[in-house]
C-alpha cells in the first residue's frame, strides 16, 4: 500500500485539530500518525517526538513540525510478527492447549511492556473468550494483527 499523500496527511492532521488553529497537542503525534496508517509503538513515538511531547498541553505542533516526526516513524521496522505474539502467549499456556485464561491474558495487557487501559483491554478480549474464561491465542493474536478496521483494505 502506497503512504499517503502530503495533502491526504494534512487532511488527517486537521482532524485532530480540536482548538482549530493548525496545530495538535504534542501528545497527540502517535495518535495522527496511527490514523494515517502506521502501527507505531509508544516507545517509538517518544523516540521520534522526543519526551517534551509526553504531557497534554504542554506543547502544540503545526503539520510542518509534525510531518518530520511522522516521516520518521514511517521509516521504522514494522514491529511484532505473528510469531513473535504467539510465542509470546504460548509461555502462559502451561497446558499447551493453544488457549490461555482471558484474565491472566487482561493482567498481560494491563501490565506487561505498553500498559493498555482497562477499557482498551477489555475492547480487544471482546468476542474472543469461550464459555470457559479462555482465550485461544491463535484468534486473539489474527483479531489484534487485523487492526481495528479489519474489513477495510
Known sequence: MAPPSQDVLKEIFNLY????????????????ARAAGLKPTQAMVTKAAGQEFKRKGEKRLTFEEW????????KE???GTYADFYEGLKVFD?????????????????????RLSADEADELLK???DGEGMVKYED??????AGPFPDQD
Open 94 to 114: 502451561k497446558e499447551e492447549t493453544g488457549k490461555i485464561l482471558a484474565a491472566e491474558l487482561r493482567h498481560i495487557l494491563l501490565a506487561l511492556g505498553e
Open 77 to 79: 521496522k514494522e514491529q
Open 17 to 32: 485539530d480540536e482548538e482549530l488553529d493548525g496545530k495538535i497537542d504534542g501528545t497527540q503525534v502517535g495518535d495522527v
Open 127 to 129: 468476542g474472543v473468550e
Open 140 to 145: 486473539f493474536i489474527k483479531k489484534v494483527l
Open 67 to 74: 510531518l518530520p516526526m511522522y516521516e520518521q516513524l514511517a
